[in-house]
Nanobody, 122 residues
Framework: VQLVESGGGWVQPGESLRLSCTTS????????IGWFRQAPGKEAEGVAC???????????DNTDSMRGRFAISPDNVRKMLYLQMDDLKPEDTGVYYC?????????????WGQGTQVTVSS
């Protein structure tokens, strides 16, 4: 299994980033796939996850309402996963990881990539 994240960087508050995850080595239909992040000094937290069985998307209900600013989308033909992040805030700073979980085990990450750093500051 390979999961390779890209697209991170430094942006100012209010700007946008689109993260990409290139995947290989597993059958898409057998795994849920999503993103989680880890801010400096904090525990990792889920961002969003797509369920393999029905394609439904689950967004973690965090206090900063990522649901309204973040959007996860797959490209199953290219085996890519994207995370569009708009109106970024300083508290979005962290390392973002693409992760997979066996389809019958929810969205708790089992395998993930090396991550891509996102820094939001003025």
């Amino acid at each position: 299994v390979q999961l390779v994240e890209s697209g991170g960087g430094w942006v100012q508050p209010g700007e946008s980033l689109r993260l990409s995850c290139t995947t290989s080595g597993f059958t898409v239909d057998d795994y849920n796939i999503g993103w989680f992040r880890q801010a400096p000094g904090k525990e990792a937290e889920g961002v969003a996850c797509i369920h393999a069985d029905d394609g439904s998307t689950h967004y973690e209900d965090n206090t900063d309402s990522m649901r309204g600013r973040f959007a996860i989308s797959p490209d199953n033909v290219r085996k890519m996963l994207y995370l569009q992040m708009d109106d970024l805030k300083p508290e979005d700073t962290g390392v973002y990881y693409c992760a997979i979980t066996r389809a019958d085990r929810g969205c708790l990450p089992e395998r993930w990539g090396q991550g891509t750093q996102v820094t939001v500051s003025s």
